[in-house]
């Protein structure tokens, strides 16, 4: 049973261009977290998906970041026009519906975003 | 005010030492309370989980909360060069609320 999978694992954009990070959640579970870390910041929650719905987008910053979970394929965080402070891991968790299990969350690998 | 707080350290310790790690939290309608370890460069694991007010211990790993104080404890006996990580306390109300996390505190252990 595969883990949760993020791709790219490493990302360089230049500033002004267009940065997409994936996320595959593991086998059956159906809500999808993102979240941002920096050193000096910890773990930010960015957003909170389930197929085809948002349920908590308030972590999202409101320009240029997007996020979305289709029914068919993985979650996608979207930042457009990325700035050299968009520079951070992007880290991926999912987990079950709640009710369905512990409320733990499982975390892929995370996507490292460098901008120049 | 911060929704949950924690020392980032870094924290030094030699091997075999009790460690003790903490976090303090504002939202009272917490009710699970969860420990994650992350090793440089990779993703949280979950490492210890408990409901509510009490003890739970599991092999070398104790948590603690007093939810009347609003503060959360993770400790481990006999430390060991392997449980150098980050650890991260994320207490959250369930349901479909979203999970928050402390900043993490680094640990490292000297053999």
């Known amino acids: 049973n595969a883990g949760v999978m993020q791709n790219p694992r490493h990302l360089v954009r230049r500033r002004g261009q267009e940065a997409r990070l994936r996320c595959s959640p593991m086998?059956?579970?159906?809500?999808v977290y993102w979240y941002r870390q920096l050193p000096e910041e910890g773990l930010k929650f960015m957003v909170y998906?389930?197929?085809?719905?948002?349920?908590?987008e308030s972590g999202m910053p409101k320009e240029r970041f997007s996020a979305e979970f289709p029914k068919e394929g993985p979650s996608i965080l979207r930042i457009q026009q990325v700035v050299r402070g968009d520079s951070a891991a992007y880290f991926c968790?999912?987990?079950?519906?709640?009710?369905?299990?512990?409320?733990?969350?499982?975390f892929g690998e995370g996507s490292r975003l460098t901008v120049l | 005010q911060k929704e949950v707080e924690q020392d980032p350290g870094p924290l030094s310790v030699p091997e075999g030492a009790i460690v003790s790690l903490n976090c303090t939290y504002s939202?009272?309608?917490?009710?699970?309370f969860m420990w994650y370890r992350q090793y440089s460069r990779k993703g949280p694991e979950l490492l210890m989980y408990?409901?509510?007010?009490g003890n739970k211990e599991d092999g070398r790993f104790t948590a603690q909360v007093d939810k009347s104080s609003k503060y959360i404890s993770l400790f481990i006996r006999d430390s060991q060069p392997s449980d150098s990580a980050t650890y991260l306390c994320?207490?959250?109300?369930?349901?479909?609320?979203?999970?928050?996390f402390g900043i993490g505190t680094k640990l490292q252990v000297i053999p």
């Open positions: 968790a999912s987990s079950p519906p709640p009710g369905q299990g512990s409320g733990e969350l499982f």
């Open positions: 086998k059956g579970h159906s809500h």
């Open positions: 998906l389930q197929k085809e719905n948002i349920i908590d």
């Open positions: 939202n009272s309608a917490f009710q699970y």
């Open positions: 408990t409901y509510s007010s």
């Open positions: 994320a207490p959250f109300g369930g349901g479909y609320q979203k999970v928050t």
